[in-house]
């Protein structure tokens, strides 16, 4: 009876000093003193600097605690705990409404009766005609003879005094199916007008960070076929209809002899432009095998083996687009109707996107 009694007195006191220590961690984590709340700027430097150092020692300990525990999972055949996926602005993203499923069929039946279906169903060839605004630039006829080494069947014009209205009635009776008009200032290209033919749409880009050719670091030199064309994340039907306008420059059967590359890549609604070819090399690997292990003179015989290593090297130019507006038709400044108007009302989080 005493026995019992003595435990039973233990455990309350083992139970008391628990509730005690407990309570002490509270009141410490309750106590801890933010840095921004300390006045004097010494004492709030060496408090931050404390901190800083404390959670890089405890990430090394995560660290080293996750490796400890895939190592014992690999020595006893088990699965290795799975893969933490960082936060980053694209996956926590605001929820659309618009995004695109697979499973669309809306989508697909759209696609088939829209403005670009005759170009995508090789109905028709992209026949491309690029022009300026009425004010050139130093650096915008350099841009342009870039973009008519990328885009196949595309022809420049002069724009001289003609409004545009006129030539969109010139490319239309010459058979053209997109227009391209390259808007420069202060002596540098800053926006891009693309415009569908005969029946639109009107799509307006703000351009920035050009850089030609002749900057970029040993670039290569495009050839003549017709280029390999990738799109990345457009995900939304907003993004699905200006992918879609994208992809009607550009012929739809690509020589892949040419090992050329042109990508347009959507991120946070900037559109990067990136312009590559492929370099397949043969490289040599040596791999020494010894006939006799246990002999003395045995000697090491080098067996060479090719081995094949593809790499890219960007031919340029290096853009970045951003969508100002999609209009309905062709380009009309009165009386046009316009598909979506970006305003600055409507950046309210940095994770709402519209592409």
């Known amino acids: ?40 700027k010494e004492k709030r430097s060496a408090v931050h600097a404390k901190l800083k150092h404390q959670k890089k020692l405890d990430k090394r300990k995560k660290l080293k605690a996750r490796a400890a525990a895939e190592k014992r999972a690999l020595e006893l055949g088990e699965e290795p705990p799975p893969k933490q996926i960082p936060r980053t602005i694209e996956n926590t993203r605001e929820a659309d409404a618009t995004v695109c499923m697979p499973d669309d069929e809306e989508l697909f039946a759209g696609n088939d009766a829209d403005e670009f279906s005759s170009i995508l169903k090789h109905d028709r060839t992209p026949k491309i005609l690029i022009t300026t605004c009425r004010f050139n630039s130093t650096r915008g006829p350099a841009f342009i003879s870039e973009l008519l080494s990328v885009i196949p069947n595309a022809h420049y014009y002069k724009r001289g005094t003609y409004d545009l209205k006129k030539i969109v009635e010139y490319a239309n009776n010459k058979e053209f199916t997109s227009i391209i008009v390259v808007h420069t200032n202060r002596r540098e290209p800053d926006g891009l007008l693309i415009i569908g033919l005969p029946d639109g749409p009107t799509a307006h880009f703000k351009l920035s960070s050009l850089v030609l050719r002749k900057d970029i670091k040993n670039h290569g030199n ?134």
């Open 1 to 40: 009876m005493g026995g019992k009694r003595k435990n039973s007195e233990s455990e309350g006191m083992e139970g008391d000093n628990d509730g005690k220590n407990s309570n002490k961690k509270m009141k410490k984590e309750k106590t801890e003193i933010l840095p921004s709340s300390i006045k004097n």
């Open 222 to 355: 495009p050839t003549s076929h017709k280029p390999e064309l990738v799109l990345n994340n457009f995900t939304t039907r907003l993004g699905h209809r200006i992918g879609r306008l994208i992809q009607s420059l550009f012929p739809q059967d690509p020589n892949f002899q040419g090992r050329r590359v042109v990508t347009f890549h959507n991120q946070r609604d900037f559109i990067f432009f990136r312009h590559h070819r492929y370099i397949f090399e043969t490289k040599e690997s040596k791999q020494s095998d010894s006939k006799g292990k246990k002999a003395k003179d045995a000697k090491d015989e080098s067996i060479a083996k090719e081995k094949v290593v593809a790499h890219l090297q960007e031919c340029g130019p290096r853009f970045t687009l951003k969508l100002v507006n999609l209009q309905h038709g062709t380009f009309d400044t009165k009386g046009g109707e316009y598909e979506w108007v970006h305003k600055p009302e409507m950046d309210t989080s940095r994770r709402r996107f519209f592409l």
